[in-house]
């Protein structure tokens, strides 16, 4: 009896052992690994989606196309660095009558097509490197720096997939967005030298379609001081895909600029005093060990007139802002919004999103990358100096800092990837939205939100002493990890700002799937969800940018 007592007991405690060895193994399971580790499904006939829960608005019509870095490694060779990822594709088609339709497939780059034949990670200029590591001299050829996985924006009516690199031929890729292939972007001008190397990942479109956008071309012999360097700036006509140089901007360093400011009259540069060194960039060294931070350098603001071509610099107290949010003229002044970097550590924000870093939850949990929302106001230029440089240098343009608060009183100060409503470009906007790890404070990455920023009722409002007040709707949901945020606008006349939804492409990290979240603008509430199924369920890893193209008006 005794034994049998003693059997039972002992069994006992082995099921609680087991039970709670389950839930702790339940509650130690990363929700992110999937958006750091390879997916390599795609999705290469159109497929519908169904929806798992609401309705798809009906009167949403176009494509939303998602970049993402999904694979991280060819056969035993990996890389280091989560932007570096084989660049994937997905584009979500929406037609009258809320019907959603699903491609998804990897850009077939020269990098893709030669490390996947080869069975070895084709030599490429890289945020990160490669483990084993790979001689840098073997990408200097160029010839598989083609993977466009940054950006995707509408240039002269072409779809072009963009990065922080250009050839001397082109933007980058175009998207063809009925079957997903691409071919090379080129422009139909012939003044690209070859040392036109580095450009905006971010172009600028005017009201008038026509798109603003530079390229930094290098001075071999201003890297032994001989000479400047030039950043070229130049306006795209929409009809014919030239190019018209607007200003050439003559440095001693060149700054890295990853997006910048237009208005309706005015492209503004903010070059910081983050600049490339560029004996490491022609030598294809990795680009977190290429970038210099100079904060006693100041950060010059050049403020190009894009009618009369004249560039006024101004000067600012050093700031290096990732990503802008718009800009727009009023009161004799022009407005920048943008998204300034804690540049404490003097490195690239991005540079802590190592794969390394980002598979390990403690490490991870303390990659804080804070980000000031900034108001920067710039007189407009006094052009009345016959030069075509004017230099302000003895101004110092200031900015109001707002901070971020949600209804609970909670800040969110790591704020990335802004987007605005699209038709509110170089207008006065009241809202814009943005991406949010550490989501209300977090300690954890992982707590990631989408929030919409409400700029009108708590900017520069000197007669509301109330603090409490919030400007932040946050979307979140445990466990979930969204992406950039794009704004779509209802069709119709007489609309608000906010009258339309938003887009994310989201990882659910409970069931390892990816799903498209459709969510109201105004309310920040989920509308539909669509998730993608079976053997491509995990179909994105690390998303980057994106952009919602509309239907063509024979297709509405």
């Known amino acids: 009896m005794y034994s049998l007592l003693l059997q039972q007991h002992i069994l006992l405690i082995v099921v609680l052992i087991i039970t709670f060895a389950s839930a702790a193994a339940t509650t130690t399971t990363d929700p992110l690994a999937g958006v750091f580790t390879t997916s390599s499904a795609e ?68 990098f893709y097509n030669v490390s996947v034949n080869s069975g070895d990670i084709c030599p490429s200029r890289l945020l990160g490197t490669t483990v084993p590591h790979e001689s840098n001299a073997k990408a200097m050829t160029d010839n598989c720096t083609d993977n466009f996985n940054v950006n995707v924006v509408d240039i002269a009516g072409n779809i072009v997939l963009t990065s922080d690199y250009t050839s001397n031929k082109g933007a980058g890729k175009i998207l063809n967005l009925e079957d997903m292939t691409t071919i090379e972007h080129k422009w139909n001008d012939t003044w ?14 005017l009201p008038s379609g026509d798109t603003i956008n530079f390229v930094m071309r290098i001075n071999p012999v201003a890297i032994v001081g001989i000479g400047k360097h030039s950043i070229i700036v130049y306006r795209v006509n929409q009809h014919t895909n030239t190019r018209e140089q607007l200003a050439t901007i003559k440095v001693k360093k060149l700054p890295y600029i990853h997006s910048f400011t237009v208005t309706k009259n005015y492209a503004i540069l903010a070059a910081a005093p983050f600049t490339w060194e560029l004996g490491n960039i022609m030598a294809a060294k990795p680009v977190m060990n290429s970038l210099k931070w100079s904060p006693e350098d100041g950060t010059a603001l050049y403020v190009i007139n894009l009618q009369t071509k004249k560039v006024t610099e101004y000067k600012a107290d050093a700031f290096f802002a990732f990503h802008h ?89 790591t704020v990335e990837l802004p987007r605005i409503n699209g038709l509110k470009s170089t207008e006065i906007s009241c809202y814009w939205y943005g991406w949010a790890p550490h989501a209300a404070g977090s300690n954890h990455f992982a707590d990631t939100a989408l929030i919409k920023v409400d700029v009108c009722n708590n900017i520069n409002d000197d007669t509301n002493a109330d603090d409490s007040i919030s400007n932040v709707i946050p979307w979140f949901v445990q466990g ?20 339309g939804v938003i887009l994310a492409s989201v990882y659910d990290g409970i069931k390892s799937a990816t799903y ?41």
């Open 325 to 413: 949010i718009n800009g727009f003229e009023a009161n004799n002044k022009i407005y920048m919004d943008v998204l300034a970097n804690n540049m404490t550590s003097g490195l690239v924000p991005s540079s802590g999103l190592t794969i390394h870093n980002m598979l390990n939850t403690s490490i991870r949990d303390k990659l804080v990358g804070t980000a000031e929302y900034r108001r920067y106001e710039i007189p407009i230029p006094d052009e009345s100096i016959n030069n075509k440089r004017i230099k302000s240098s003895s101004l110092v343009v200031n900015y109001t800092m707002t901070p971020l608060i949600d209804a609970s009183g909670k800040l969110y100060t």
């Open 192 to 205: 690209t030298n070859y040392f036109d190397k580095i450009t905006a990942a971010h172009p600028q479109q």
């Open 43 to 110: 999705v290469l006939e159109e497929t519908v989606l169904k929806p798992n829960d609401g309705t798809v608005p009906t009167w949403l019509c176009g494509s939303y196309v998602r970049q993402s870095a999904s694979k991280f490694e060819e056969h035993t060779r990996h890389l280091t660095h989560t932007f570096d990822g084989f660049g994937k594709l997905l584009r979500y088609k929406f037609t009258k009558g809320g019907t959603v339709s699903l491609r998804a497939n990897f850009l077939r780059s020269n």
């Open 480 to 499: 979930h990890f969204p992406g950039e945020p794009i704004f779509v606008q209802k069709p119709g006349n007489g609309l608000a700002e906010d009258d």
């Open 516 to 556: 498209l979240a459709i969510i109201d603008a105004k309310s920040m509430k989920t509308i539909s969800t669509l998730y993608c199924q079976d053997d491509w369920k995990h179909l994105m890893s690390f998303g980057i940018h994106g952009d919602f193209f509309q239907c063509k008006e024979e297709e509405k």
